[in-house]
């Protein structure tokens, strides 16, 4: 009698349990599978079903490789703490077709042998999560190309006023040369050169400009070709020469005959040294001196 009163108190507690469980198991907003040591699904929880859009007679008693697609390989952050361990990255396929992304804790279950008899799973829809960072990463994305466009146009429209001053003071100084007197030939195409190569310059600058599509699709065009560094230099320095006198500012090349030609967008490349030479004289002092050396690397 002592035994079967004991047997009755276990097979109560057992009982009260499996309500415990199955309550649990039945309104936890979470979904839980339990999948036997051959794959099979053994019991599905209704939360599981709706991520699903399944019934449990849909999805029990199928093999789990049916439903579920390969693991994602890395983890991006969106994995979450689920049963008090680290959730990984798990794909199912649901009933009308769609790829549900869930963040799955994984327990296995033993018997008193020590024999894995299920795998119970804790899965978190991850799909709002996933929608919420991809609209986050799209809204970075916009802010990032609104301020280099930014960025972009206002750094052009720094460098557009250095050829366009470079043609102004050409062009006055041949003004100049008339109101006084003729200007000496050799003089004269010299002030006219580089007044044109100051317009073609000008041109490629504001290529750029018209053409944004290029810089909104992060494409910035570049022509990568062998260039003369000394004709480089000396359209150069002619752009910020009317600056220079103007300034009182003496400038002169010093170009290694090793550093003949460089592998560089030639635009971009006058651009740049431009800016270097245009600083430099609009920072330095009246009487100074601006030198631009160029010498061989590696």
Excluded at 92 to 99: E, I, K, M, P, S
Aim: with cysteine.
């Amino acid at each position: 009698q002592l035994e079967i009163d004991e047997r009755r108190q276990a097979e109560g507690r057992l009982a009260v349990s499996e309500q415990r469980f199955r309550a649990i198991f039945d309104n936890v907003n979470i979904g839980v599978t339990v999948v036997d040591p051959q794959g099979l699904v053994v019991d599905v929880n209704p939360a599981f079903c709706a991520m699903m859009g399944a019934t449990a007679a849909q999805l029990q008693q199928r093999p789990l490789a049916d439903i579920r697609l390969p693991d994602v390989a890395e983890d991006d952050g969106t994995a979450v703490a689920l049963a008090g361990g680290q959730a990984r990255r798990q794909r199912f396929l649901t009933h009308d077709g769609r790829v549900l992304q869930v963040a799955a804790s994984l327990r296995t279950l033993v018997d008193a042998t020590g024999q894995a008899v299920a795998t119970v799973g804790a899965l978190q829809d991850l799909t709002q999560m996933l929608r919420l960072r991809e609209a986050e990463r799209e809204r970075e994305q916009a802010e990032i190309a609104n301020r280099t466009k930014s960025e972009f146009l206002a750094r052009l429209s720094h460098e557009l006023r250095t050829p366009l001053n470079a043609i102004l003071g050409f062009a006055q100084k041949l003004g100049q040369a008339d109101a006084e007197g003729a200007m000496e030939g050799a003089r004269r195409q010299h002030s006219l050169a580089q007044i044109r190569q100051a317009g073609w310059h000008l041109l490629d600058m504001i290529n750029d400009v018209l053409d944004l599509s290029r810089m909104e699709a992060g494409n910035l065009r570049l022509t990568l070709e062998p260039v003369s560094l000394a004709d480089l230099a000396q359209e150069a320095m002619a752009m910020v020469e009317p600056a220079a006198q103007q300034g009182g500012v003496t400038m002169r090349l010093s170009l290694s005959p090793q550093a003949d030609r460089v592998q560089a967008d030639p635009v971009r490349l006058r651009q740049i040294v431009i800016n270097l030479l245009g600083n430099a004289v609009k920072y330095n002092r009246s009487g100074g001196r601006v030198v631009l050396r160029t010498r061989p690397a590696g």
